[in-house]
């Protein structure tokens, strides 16, 4: 491996995974068990990426949030056992990059918990030096505390990462940690979303990562 990037950190949902049919099963649930009608696909693809009670609470009132939050965990517990995917490409590049010598991070919202599940149902842990979730900092993104906590386990400048992401949300918390960004358009966030946020570069497919890593090394 040349040059100076050394580390490449990645978003999970919409950027490296396909978790959206787990978390409609897990909300329509919870919604139900409410009293609240169920939710379209495309309504709830819109609300994730900000932690689930955030979800959650886009679609009951406050005072049904800790009640429907804690239905939604105990079966999405279940469903992401069955309702998650590696993107196409996703697997490969993962590989690739670790063949190439570089470091690997996650950095998701996701809980903790939801994580782990996601991570050992896919084969995926091994893949990534470092994972950092949303309950693992003080605050989750779109501030930099993961990004900066990331390069500090493995006392890295900003300027020797690279992070991927799928919403404006991670494009806003790259910029704020200083680290060139990419957006790849698989997500929740359409094109002109993530291009408000001035990400380093757009990409369609997150496969599409290797050329700007290999550019970035050279």
Avoid at 138 to 157: G, N, S, V, W
């Amino acid at each position: 491996m040349n040059g100076h990037l050394k580390l490449v950190i990645f978003d999970l949902d919409g950027t490296l995974v396909d978790a959206y049919k787990a978390v409609a099963s897990s909300l329509n649930y919870a919604l139900r068990q409410v009293n609240r009608d169920p939710a379209e696909d495309a309504v709830i693809k819109r609300a994730v990426g900000w932690g689930d009670r955030h979800l959650i609470g886009t679609f009951v009132p406050r005072g049904d949030v800790d009640k429907a939050l804690s239905i939604y965990r105990r079966h999405h517990a279940r469903a992401l056992k069955e309702g998650t995917v590696f993107l196409p490409g996703a697997k490969i590049l993962l590989g690739d990059l670790k063949a190439g010598g570089y470091s690997l991070a996650l950095a998701s919202n996701r809980p903790s918990r939801f994580t782990q599940i996601i991570l050992k149902h896919l084969n995926a842990r091994d893949r990534f030096d470092c994972v950092v979730c949303g309950d693992n900092v003080a605050r989750p993104k779109p501030a930099p505390d993961m990004l900066e906590a990331i390069l500090k386990k493995f006392a890295l400048a900003a300027g020797e990462a690279l992070y991927v992401g799928d919403m404006a949300i991670d494009v806003e918390t790259g910029n704020r940690a200083g680290v060139k960004t990419v957006a790849v358009v698989t997500g929740s966030s359409t094109r002109e979303e993530v291009a408000g946020q001035n990400p380093y570069k757009i990409i369609g497919h997150v496969a599409e990562i290797s050329a700007i890593v290999k550019a970035l090394s050279g």
